[in-house]
Structures are given as structure tokens and as C-alpha cells.
């Protein structure tokens, strides 16, 4: 039996573009030094008080217009009530309840990969500070209130996505957005990008029992958990155990590819939601809506629609480079470069971002910028280096960090693309090889590749090949 699948996430971005924490004036950066951006705000020192970062009301406003949200016409913060050891406070500053949340009720519209579109429909986005974070050893755990207080945009999906590529799909859009608008660098390496998934299967119209896995923090540990996820419930409901899929908090193993048992959530946890009494509200001006929205940048599928309506490209190329901001931006300064779109695009998304996935780097810190690369391809279109010489060179561009035309001429690699020159080792290697020249006339027209090659040979790889390919017709032919 096929069982309907409905997924719901909670994506959380912690906002990593402002100077300051959301409630204090503890830098807000990433530091690897522990307890190194702290204030008496984030230890919870007595006779504290918070004070609200304007830009992050900014930045959440922003993204709020972006998911088509319906925005309060006051801004206030709550308490949410309960004690871990990552929240010194004993209380998390956020918004829950309506019309609290910076948006509510929105959507997005989400393309996939084959073109067609679904629509992600969105209960709230609200802004919260984040808890610290803890580190549990062997027989130890350590607590790093770096993460204390950062500003954290926690966006809340109905249940309306029915499967892992989707939920992807959508939340790889999400982190290119966060990207474009320069509100988060979004990198998960960092922590910034955490998100929690609920899935349930049922074989009616109803929703079946919700399962949620916490704190999933790969867009590729999403889609293994949603897939383990909706195996694990359908075994479970095709056996006859129904009553196993039970309400429950699980966790997910990225060693072993399978969610497990947290504790059981049969009832939601009663956190004592009250306004928070050290933040006044205030009213969300008309005028400053507006300003934020005429400020939004532009996003990724707009950005798609230029390379493909402007440039050209195909859907598969415009996808690449849109995903991550970086990526687009090093695109489009390989055309300010005067590289051909297609030319850069191919380079691009085949052999540049696969070192990158290789050595786990960032464009950024790519040693082949736009104009690096521009002397590459253009030494190739002018027939300068061949095409395989230039895949050659960027390698050796990236090994000995030089620039690409020092390279050439210490390795001695300008292609031979003179008539006379090229028709001499031509014509030297057809008199080496009569029989050879036999056994082409006679049918055998493989010999041709063996000619190319011989004159490769002697001109150490230098040889124009189109040139030499012209040239050997006209001789052959006679």
C-alpha cells in the first residue's frame, strides 16, 4: 500500500550579518576561541536588561516580505519558559504567540529541478535569540555562550510538503535567499543553518501520526532522515503495529543513516508563554515597510530568469550558479571580464566547482578570480593554447599559484598556429610514413588520427589541431 506523506520543517538561520547580538552588544561573529563574544546580557547577570538590535527587526521584516507574510502592526517579544544548561537565562526571548510572530501565514513558490513548481505555504516566521551551545565528551559536557544571544529567524512550514526532494529543494532556496539578501552567510558549517523536520504517513485524508526529528543540520541529513523516517512508519504500519508510531522527538545518526528515540511527545510542552515585560512594544510604521521592501535585492529565480533570458543558458547552468551567492557573483564578474556566458558557465559548474568540492574551499578564497580566468579562456579562443592545454594550465595555475600566461611562457606551451611552420612537420611526417599513407587510401581512414598524433609528437603537443587537421586533408587528399 502507498502511504500519503506529509512533511512539515522548522528551519532556523541564525542572522550572522549585523555587528551585534539581538539583545546585547556582544559582537555577533563566529569565533572557533570559546567564550570569547560575550556580555553580562548573555550570562544573565543581575540587573540586566535587553535592548532590541533595529537592524534585526530589518533583516526579519525583509524576509517576512519575501515569504508574502502578514506583518503585525506591533512588534513584541515573549518569554519562553524552561531551563536547560544552554540558557543561562533560564527563559528564551522569541515570539510564539499571534500576532506576535514578524510574519505569519505567507508562502513561497519553489521551483524543481525538472521545472515544474509547488507551493511551500508558510504559518510564521518570527525572530528569537539563540541558546549557547553545547559540546557533550566522554565523561564531560562544555558550554560555549559564544552562541548566546545571536539572532535567530526560526521560519515555521505548514504541514504541506510530501516529499524529501521537495523539503530540499525548498530549504536549499531558503539558505540562498538568507545569502542574497546578506542577512546570513547560512553555512552549516558554522552552526548557522539548523532545521527540524516532522513527518507523518497516513492511508487516508487525515494526517497521521507526527514523528519530529531534531536539529537535522545538513540539507543532505534532511533527506536521509525524511526517507529513513517514512520506511521506519510504513514497516511499522504494514505489519499491523499501528499503535508504534507513536508522537515522539527522535533524533538523527549521520553514521547510521536512521533516526532514534528521544523521548515521547504525546503533549505539547507547556513553556508559560508571556510578554516580555523589558521590551516595549512598538509600532511597525507604513513608511519604513516600504522602505524595506523597495531594498530587497535581487533574489535567486530572478536571477535564473536573467541568465537564461539574457545570457542564455539553460535551466541546469542557471540552476548551479543561483544556489549559492558567491558562485552567481563570480559568474558575473567572469562577464564583466568579457568571458562569454556559456564559456564561464561551462567552467564554472564543471571543472571550478569541482575542485572546490574537492579541497572543501570557498569561492572566495579561490585562487582563479575572474581575471585568471579570463586569460585562460581567451588564450584558448585565440588559439594561443589548445583546449586540452588549458584544462592543463588551470590545474597548474592552482598548484603553483602563478599567473596563467607566466605559466606559458615558462612551460613553452603558445600553441603552433603558423601555416607554414605547421604544413613543414606535415609534410615531415607523411614522408616517414608511406605505407601508412597506403593504408589510409586504401579504407583504412583511422590513420588520420595517427597522423594528428605524430605531429603532435614532434611539435611536443604545441601543434594548432585544427590547423593540422586542415592540413593533412589538402595533403592527403592530393
Known amino acids: 500500500m502507498k502511504y500519503n506523506v506529509t512533511i512539515g520543517l522548522e528551519m532556523h538561520c541564525e542572522i550572522s550579518k549585523t555587528n551585534t547580538k539581538v539583545f546585547s552588544g556582544a559582537k555577533n561573529?563566529?569565533?572557533?576561541?570559546?567564550?570569547?563574544?560575550?556580555?553580562p546580557v548573555d550570562m544573565a547577570f543581575p540587573g540586566?536588561?535587553?535592548?532590541?538590535?533595529?537592524?534585526?527587526?530589518?533583516?526579519?521584516?525583509?524576509?517576512?516580505?519575501?515569504?508574502?507574510?502578514?506583518?503585525?502592526?506591533?512588534?513584541?517579544?515573549?518569554?519562553?519558559?524552561?531551563?536547560?544548561?544552554?540558557?543561562?537565562?533560564?527563559?528564551q526571548i522569541t515570539q510564539n504567540t499571534p500576532p506576535a510572530p514578524v510574519g505569519m501565514d505567507g508562502y513561497i513558490d519553489i521551483e524543481r529541478?525538472?521545472?515544474?513548481?509547488?507551493?511551500?505555504?508558510?504559518?510564521?516566521?518570527?525572530?528569537?535569540?539563540?541558546a549557547a551551545s553545547m559540546n557533550h565528551l566522554y565523561d564531560i559536557s562544555t558550554i560555549d555562550y559564544n552562541r548566546a544571544g545571536v539572532p535567530l529567524l526560526e521560519l515555521v512550514t505548514k504541514p504541506c510538503l510530501h516529499s524529501a526532494d521537495d523539503a530540499v529543494a525548498f530549504l536549499e532556496y531558503m539558505r540562498a535567499v538568507y545569502q542574497y539578501?546578506?542577512?546570513?552567510?547560512?553555512?552549516?558549517?558554522?552552526?548557522?543553518?539548523?532545521?527540524?523536520?516532522?513527518?507523518?504517513?497516513?492511508?487516508?485524508?487525515?494526517?497521521?501520526?507526527?514523528?519530529?526529528?531534531?536539529?537535522?543540520?545538513?540539507?543532505?541529513?534532511?533527506?536521509?532522515?525524511?526517507?529513513?523516517?517514512?520506511k521506519r512508519q510504513t514497516e511499522l504500519?504494514?505489519?499491523?503495529?499501528?499503535?508504534?508510531?507513536?508522537?515522539?522527538?527522535?533524533?538523527?545518526?549521520?553514521?547510521?543513516?536512521?533516526?532514534?528515540?528521544?523521548?515521547?511527545?504525546?503533549?505539547?510542552?507547556?513553556?508559560?508563554?508571556?510578554?516580555?515585560?523589558?521590551?516595549?512594544?512598538?509600532?511597525?510604521?507604513?513608511?519604513?515597510l516600504e522602505e524595506i521592501r523597495k531594498s530587497i535585492?535581487?533574489?535567486?529565480?530572478?536571477?535564473?530568469?536573467?541568465?537564461?533570458?539574457?545570457?542564455?543558458?539553460?535551466?541546469?547552468?542557471?540552476?548551479?550558479?543561483?544556489?549559492?551567492?558567491?558562485?552567481?557573483n563570480y559568474f558575473e564578474e567572469c562577464l564583466q571580464e568579457n568571458i562569454e556566458p556559456k564559456t564561464a558557465a561551462n567552467w564554472i559548474?564543471?571543472?571550478?566547482?569541482?575542485?572546490?568540492?574537492?579541497?572543501?574551499?570557498?569561492?572566495?578564497?579561490?585562487?582563479?578570480?575572474?581575471k585568471r580566468l579570463f586569460d585562460i579562456t581567451e588564450s584558448i579562443k585565440k588559439g594561443s593554447i589548445s583546449s586540452k592545454q588549458g584544462k592543463e594550465l588551470f590545474y597548474m595555475v592552482l598548484e603553483e599559484q602563478k599567473e596563467p600566461l607566466d605559466i606559458m611562457k615558462e612551460k613553452g606551451m603558445m600553441q603552433i598556429s603558423d601555416e607554414n611552420a605547421l604544413t613543414?612537420?606535415?609534410?615531415?611526417?607523411?614522408?616517414?610514413?608511406?605505407?601508412?599513407?597506403?593504408?589510409?587510401?586504401?579504407?583504412?581512414?583511422?590513420?588520420?588520427?595517427?597522423?594528428?598524433?605524430?605531429?603532435?609528437?614532434?611539435?611536443?603537443?604545441?601543434?594548432?589541431?585544427?590547423?593540422?587537421?586542415?592540413?593533412?586533408?589538402?595533403k592527403l587528399s592530393k
Open 29 to 39: 561573529g563566529y569565533s572557533e576561541i570559546p567564550n570569547s563574544h560575550v556580555s
Open 48 to 91: 540586566i536588561l535587553p535592548v532590541l538590535n533595529k537592524e534585526c527587526v530589518r533583516m526579519s521584516l525583509m524576509m517576512s516580505e519575501i515569504l508574502n507574510c502578514k506583518q503585525p502592526e506591533y512588534m513584541y517579544f515573549e518569554r519562553k519558559n524552561y531551563y536547560y544548561p544552554d540558557l543561562p537565562k533560564g527563559y
Open 113 to 130: 529541478e525538472d521545472g515544474t513548481t509547488f507551493r511551500v505555504e508558510i504559518d510564521n516566521i518570527h525572530l528569537e535569540e539563540d
Open 181 to 230: 539578501c546578506d542577512i546570513s552567510e547560512a553555512d552549516s558549517k558554522k552552526g548557522q543553518i539548523r532545521c527540524d523536520v516532522n513527518v507523518s504517513i497516513s492511508d487516508t485524508d487525515e494526517l497521521g501520526t507526527k514523528v519530529e526529528i531534531k536539529n537535522v543540520n545538513s540539507f543532505g541529513g534532511v533527506k536521509d532522515a525524511i526517507n529513513y523516517e517514512i
Open 237 to 288: 504500519k504494514q505489519a499491523g503495529r499501528y499503535e508504534e508510531v507513536e508522537q515522539e522527538t527522535r533524533r538523527y545518526d549521520e553514521e547510521t543513516g536512521t533516526t532514534i528515540r528521544m523521548r515521547s511527545k504525546v503533549d505539547a510542552i507547556d513553556y508559560k508563554y508571556f510578554v516580555e515585560p523589558n521590551i516595549p512594544k512598538y509600532k511597525i510604521s507604513k513608511n519604513w
Open 297 to 328: 535585492p535581487e533574489l535567486p529565480y530572478e536571477r535564473k530568469a536573467k541568465y537564461q533570458n539574457t545570457y542564455e543558458l539553460s535551466s541546469y547552468d542557471a540552476n548551479i550558479l543561483i544556489k549559492d551567492k558567491a558562485i552567481a
Open 349 to 370: 559548474t564543471g571543472l571550478i566547482l569541482g575542485y572546490l568540492y574537492k579541497y572543501e574551499i570557498e569561492i572566495t578564497d579561490f585562487f582563479i578570480t575572474p
Open 424 to 474: 613543414s612537420v606535415v609534410e615531415e611526417v607523411l614522408s616517414e610514413n608511406a605505407s601508412q599513407i597506403e593504408m589510409y587510401h586504401n579504407g583504412k581512414t583511422n590513420m588520420f588520427d595517427y597522423f594528428v598524433g605524430q605531429v603532435m609528437k614532434k611539435t611536443k603537443g604545441q601543434a594548432n589541431p585544427v590547423m593540422v587537421k586542415e592540413i593533412l586533408t589538402a
